[in-house]
């Protein structure tokens, strides 16, 4: 019984291997189900529609969309191009573009599964089912747009030919894209708007030729568009795009009787700046007259036949095949090989390691196109045949078309590359260049084969038996010990150019390297703005304010991990219309896109607020990014007036010849909700005197840009409103009174109040201003005159002597006797005042200076004085009127004729010769 059991178990072992042996080699896809989309629409590809034979966790595998064959991915596209094996939700997508045309679409895909030695690739393709949609936003009809013959206009693209059905929320923004640089459409007309000018009569031709002349001038240029205009915009609004009166305009006939716009709908979410939906269509334009599309045909000038070298990658050529389109533009045609050659294989320049099944005319036209001959020798020369159809733009195929390949025998002993398949492999992977690959042939010694290293390498490096070295045989490939050595970096292509010699002859081969990218690489910030909101309020985190990209994955499945929670409030998710929200600690950048991520201020008073976060992917482990910290203000709710920060005095000192600037330290209120700049100062009252004071000027405020100088400026209009953020920067003055203040200080004020920007207001600050005396003016002095009589004396007082100085004591004036008089003297309590001696105001006021004439017979006298009041002085001086007295009696002058002469019975004059004489204290006349 034990023996059989044996027995059973060995046999159980043997049929497990041997499975694991078939799945091995078997095919790596275990479900390939397909896709459906709709029309114009987007599709998800699910984990059930397609699955992998992953044997472990630890083996990477990739998915890659082929894009060098344009036979598939026609109406639509699958994204991203490279993708996990193990794909997430959402991930994967295929995007219709709208056509109409066909029922189904193909994507090649490339499978790689990796190990640490070696490299498993599978090609296959995914059919995608395309249905018309039971729902959807664009929708045709019921009426159709119509050319009325070849050159006409249509009637307008309104809501009658496409209608929008979504729902109208306030969150949604509707817009309609229009570009022929993804789809060439229209491909026979143009969109314009306006109407044209209707042709003129002239009088040398009859009506019957104005149509036909308006038809030969049409033409393509934008200077024929008589009264239309061009349409050139690429984004509009739906209501605009419906309303605009949009028409087509044929212009390239012969063509089609279906032409087709090419229309883009996007819903936005305006809150997280995210497409929450897009849809496109191929709204069609009937041209009356036109015929129905009609297939592509072979070209009869090409020659169908090519002629090859032994092992030579020969490129293709318009010459070898060729077709023709009259509706479908060349460049836009389309080769299908539907039967490829028994051996060797058609293949695209861009990567000649692979085999292609179809190509476009504008590679067959530029030589990127050819045919890899088998790396089999032969004596004779070999025949094959390859089949292949030409598509056009509206997928009409042609009949089918031979291309006869000769592949001649080579008569040379040089070393050739027979066959080149170059290496694939992971970022970060080494793998060894095996026969397999990349196999040389040699007529004379394949053993004295050199392969040397000449170029190439930009992304890794080569080793030969675990050795540095750029020089290697044909054994060491046999033997697997020629390797590669990818450096880890973010690329995705290689190359080497080997020389190839056997010492006679020598050659140089490109050898192409593929690298699949590895997800390691964490994801980073691409938009961290500052996030706002209302004190006590929610606030939405938008997709344009925090989002992030990852260079090796889904964007969608990025993780904000928060490391440290804000303070004033907590980061909620909220999953949808009417569902509790609830504090997360960690969420998707799909939850950002889905406007479900908010952050909620608890209301306290703080205004700024932060987060860090680390971003992750779901790479195993994850790929981690460094902190990074999200910046919140709050901004604050009108319920706190300003306050007075401590340490303002509202008090200030300056001279009475000075302005002085109002700064933070004297004048300064906060508001926690309001910024300074919007903290507005009114004056209420005007400074004025606390004290009594005979002038009304009190001085003013007023702002610094509004004087060319800093200095009084009487000129200087009077400050009535200001801000904080103006005292902050010292653009606010103060300027005492222009005219004196007095000897004294003076003690002035003004009111203000302050308001904030919501409207709340602190009245009655009080400012106080010590102005401070300034002794700059000199005394005012008016003299009377002083009028003495000859010999006499007179007392000084205010009539002849008035001495003032607004800006300085009595106590402080004197007087000093400049320089003595000349006819008299000048006295202090009957003391004689010397040249230099003074006397003060109280000694002139009360009447102790006096003035003594020194009885000459003088008439006038001047006293000079110089007026002091200790700082500024002036010089004046004091006329002094002496009236004479009559004490003196007449003298008669000599020199007077003595003697008389008179002849008898004559008279004559007696004039002053004869008598004259004189009196001090008289007139002359008067004796």
Known sequence: MASAGRTLALMLLAVLLLGLTCSCHGSLVKVNKGLKVMRGQTAYLKEGDLQFHIPTEENPCKVEVVLTEPITQRVGKLLPQVFDCRFLTDEVKYVHNGCPLLQEDTVKLRLYRFTETETYMEVFSLLVEITDPECSIIKLGPKSLEVPEFYGLSDALDGNVVSFHYDSRSNLECSVHISIHDIPLPAHGRLVTGEPEKATTRGDEPESFVHLRQQL???????????????????????????????????????????????????????????????????????????????????????????????????????????????????????????????????????????VSSFTWLDLNDMLVGYQPPNSSH??????????????????????????????????????????????????????????????????????VRIITVDGLQHGRLTVRGGKSFVFSVSDIKSGVVLYHHDDSDSIKDFIIFRITDGHHQTQHKFPIKILPKDDSPPFLISNMLLKVTEGQTALVRGATLQASDMDSSDDYILFNITHLPQAGEVMKMPGAGQAGYAVRHFLQKDLSQSMIYYRHF???????????????????PNLSEPQVVMVHITPVPDQPPKEVPGSSRCLVVKESEVVRITQQHLHFADLESPERELTYTVTTPPFYTGPHNSPDAGRLFLVDSIPRFTKDPNAPALRLFTQHAVNFMKVAYMPPITDIGPYPQHIQFILSITNHLGQTVPGICFNITVMPVDNQPPQVITGLLTVDEGGRRRLGPEHLLLSDVDSAEERLHVQLHGEPRHGVLQLNNRPLMS?????????????????HDGSETTEDTIPFTASDGTNSVTFTLQVKVTPINDEIPVMVAGLKPVLQCAEGEQIAITAEYIYATDPDSDSSSL
């Open 379 to 448: 004596a004779q020369r070999r025949n094959y045949e390859v089949e292949v159809e030409v598509y056009d733009f509206y997928f009409e195929k042609s009949q089918s078309m031979t291309i006869h390949i000769s592949v001649r025998n080579a008569d040379t002993n040089a070393p050739r590359v027979s066959w080149n398949m170059g290496l694939s492999l992971l970022e970060g992977q080494s793998r060894p260049i095996i026969w397999d690959q990349l196999q040389i042939v040699d007529n004379d010694d394949l053993n004295a």
């Open 217 to 355: 001038a049409t033409c393509k240029s934008e200077s024929c568009l008589k009264g239309l205009k061009l349409v050139k915009f690429t984004k509009v609004s739906c209501h605009d795009f419906l309303e605009m009166g949009l028409k087509y305009q044929h212009m390239d006939p012969p063509s089609p009787d279906v032409d087709y716009i090419v229309i883009r709908l996007d819903l936005k979410d305006t809150r997280s700046g995210s497409i929450y939906k897009s849809e496109q269509a191929w709204i069609p334009v009937r041209v009356v007259g036109a015929m129905p599309n009609q297939p592509p045909k072979p070209s009869f000038t090409s020659m169908y036949i090519l002629e090859v070298d032994q092992f030579i990658l020969t490129p293709l050529s318009t010459a070898t095949v060729d077709a023709e389109d009259e509706e479908t533009p060349q460049q836009l045609l389309v080769f299908n090989v539907t039967k490829a050659p028994e051996e060797g294989f058609i293949t695209h320049l861009s990567d000649h390691t692979r085999a």
């Open 603 to 621: 209301g306290n008073e703080v205004f700024d607020d932060s987060f860090e976060v680390v971003l992750s992917d779901f790479h195993d482990p």
């Open 836 to 852: 230099n001696q003074t006397f003060t105001l109280q000694e002139l006021k009360s009447f102790q200076v006096s003035y003594t």
